[in-house]
């Protein structure tokens, strides 16, 4: 890394938290201001990292990165007063006269790990909500997206207060050796074996975390749905980022009597979308490194490709690729597939699909295509999840109001808008009594009998 961090540095940020800069609502609403700047004065520039990194489209970079930020910072620069105002608690009347609250704190100097898939987004909206919350900030992108990462370093510092939000590039060596630092909170977004390692250095200074993880998020699609409309849906959520999005579509539950016009109606949704060869397609991305591109080659020896299959490794290039035939056993099933190809399982029912869900813990997220609501109330009341969606993909993370996060193997809290805020914010309970009435002796020792039976009276009555 270029800026190694060091003790001196660490200092400098909690020297900064303590001295009371970061908690005014002006000072985080200009740092937001600041973001919101370089968002938009860069905006071309973050495209052609992102670009550059694995060759995703600027469509795409704007759509999935900088205006989704602009949206959060918008929405929190809205209601952020509101949020930080303390909320009161009633007293109870033997406890009068006083005030209760409850305040929403900073928490101090926050360490924030970015993933490389939305280089940009997975670092900057967690940066929103801990400078929502009045925090300092250190920003560790991802190695895998060197140029978004490079350009976070070199810039970001000219657009928000440098001496409190910092941004440290590097890799696992680098990541480790900042982790041996005491921070206030740890954000990590990646994969849950490092998130696991993250979690035992937190432990060390009982540091809190959030752990935004992976895993196999389903897609469900029942005899009722429409087709044309999970078809194109489908199609459009898993082969987004070529298919390197934690909440993609991960395999597709689909009832045995629509498999084949819901395939069918996939191969023309690819084909108009990317064209008859995908790799022509400036729309469309790749893998991200050798290491992944190897381990999605393998897949493609596994059940029956209906659609895709093609290779170029020279570009890291792998078609939007469809299987069909895959059983729950299949090695398509073990892991997170995390690139373009897409399991496509059938089942006979939805309790059948349910099961299989069960069987595979707690994903990020769960898809339904159905027109019967009593199918989502069924999947619900069964199965645990981060989100769930309904008749769409993905776009339940873009709802400023719903919260985003995992539930066990795929994580821990959550962040997005008002989460976000409660997330990097403590909160502090406060009662204030008065310091001038009379103070009875009622409270005080000794405690006879009399003065007990008139305590309990009053805590009777009152409580
Ligand atoms: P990764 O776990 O390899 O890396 C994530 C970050 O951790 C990087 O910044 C990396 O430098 C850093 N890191 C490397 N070694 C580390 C160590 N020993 N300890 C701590 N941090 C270390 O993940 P990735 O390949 O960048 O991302 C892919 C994974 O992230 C997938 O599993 C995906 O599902 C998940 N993901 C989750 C979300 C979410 O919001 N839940 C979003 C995007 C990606």
Redesign the pocket.
């Known amino acids: 890394m270029d800026v190694q961090y060091e003790a001196g540095m660490h200092a400098g940020l909690k020297c900064c938290f303590d001295s009371g800069r970061t908690r005014s609502a002006e000072w985080r609403i200009t740092q937001l201001q600041g973001l919101e700047a370089f968002l938009k004065r860069r905006e071309s520039a973050i495209a052609r990292a992102i670009h550059a990194d694995f060759r995703k489209s600027s469509a795409e970079s704007w759509l999935t990165e900088t205006s989704y930020l602009l949206s959060e910072i918008r929405h929190v620069r809205r209601h952020l007063r509101r949020w930080m105002k303390p909320r009161r608690v009633p007293v109870p009347l033997h406890y009068q006269p006083g005030r209760a609250m409850v305040t929403r704190e900073p928490l101090g100097v926050v360490l924030i790990?970015?993933?490389?898939?939305?280089p940009l987004q997975?670092c900057l909206a967690p940066l929103i909500g801990a400078i929502a919350g009045g925090n300092c900030a250190v920003v560790?992108?991802?190695?895998?997206a060197p140029e978004t990462s490079r350009l976070l370093a070199t810039e970001l510092a000219s657009y928000v207060d440098a001496s409190a939000i910092m941004v440290v590039e590097?890799?696992?060596d680098?990541?480790?050796e900042l982790?041996r630092y005491r921070f206030d909170h740890i954000f990590?977004?990646?994969?849950?074996?490092?998130?696991g390692?993250?979690m035992h250095?937190a432990a060390e200074h009982l540091t809190p975390v959030t752990?935004?993880?992976?895993?196999k998020c389903p897609c469900l699609v029942t005899e009722s749905a429409d087709l044309k409309r999970a078809a194109r849906r489908i199609v459009w959520a898993k082969f987004l980022n070529a298919g390197?999005?934690?909440?993609s579509p991960d395999y597709l539950l689909v009832h045995e009597s629509v498999e084949k016009p819901l395939l069918e109606l996939m191969r023309s949704a690819l084909d108009r979308f990317y064209g008859s060869d995908p790799m022509e397609s400036p729309d469309y991305a790749r893998v991200?490194d050798d290491r992944?591109f190897d381990r999605l080659r393998g897949y493609l020896r596994e059940g029956d490709i209906v659609a895709g299959g093609a290779v170029d490794p020279a570009q890291r290039y792998i078609a939007p690729t469809i299987i069909r035939g895959v059983t729950p056993h299949s090695r398509l099933m073990k892991e997170?597939m995390?690139g373009p190809v897409l399991p496509v399982l059938t089942v006979s029912s939805l309790a059948q699909a349910t099961e299989i869900v069960r069987n595979g813990g707690e994903p990020?997220a769960i898809y339904l295509f159905s027109r019967d609501s009593a199918d989502l109330r069924f999947l619900r009341e069964r199965t645990l999840s981060?989100g769930i969606c309904c008749n769409d993909l993905l776009f339940h993370?873009s709802i400023m109001g719903l919260p985003?996060?995992?539930r066990g193997m795929?994580?821990t809290g959550a962040y997005h808008g008002q989460a976000g805020f409660e997330t990097f914010t403590a909160s502090r309970s406060v009662l204030v009594r008065s310091g001038g009435l009379p103070d009875p002796d009622l409270r005080y020792p000794p405690y006879g009998e009399g003065k007990m039976r008139l305590l309990r009276r009053i805590v009777n009555l009152f409580s």
């Open positions: 790990i970015g993933a490389w898939n939305y997975l560790k992108p991802s190695e895998l590097g890799g696992q680098e990541t480790r982790l990590f977004t990646g994969s849950r074996q490092k998130g390692e993250v250095a752990l935004e993880l992976g895993g390197q999005t934690c909440i991200v992944q997170e995390f990020l981060g993370a985003f996060g995992g795929s994580g």
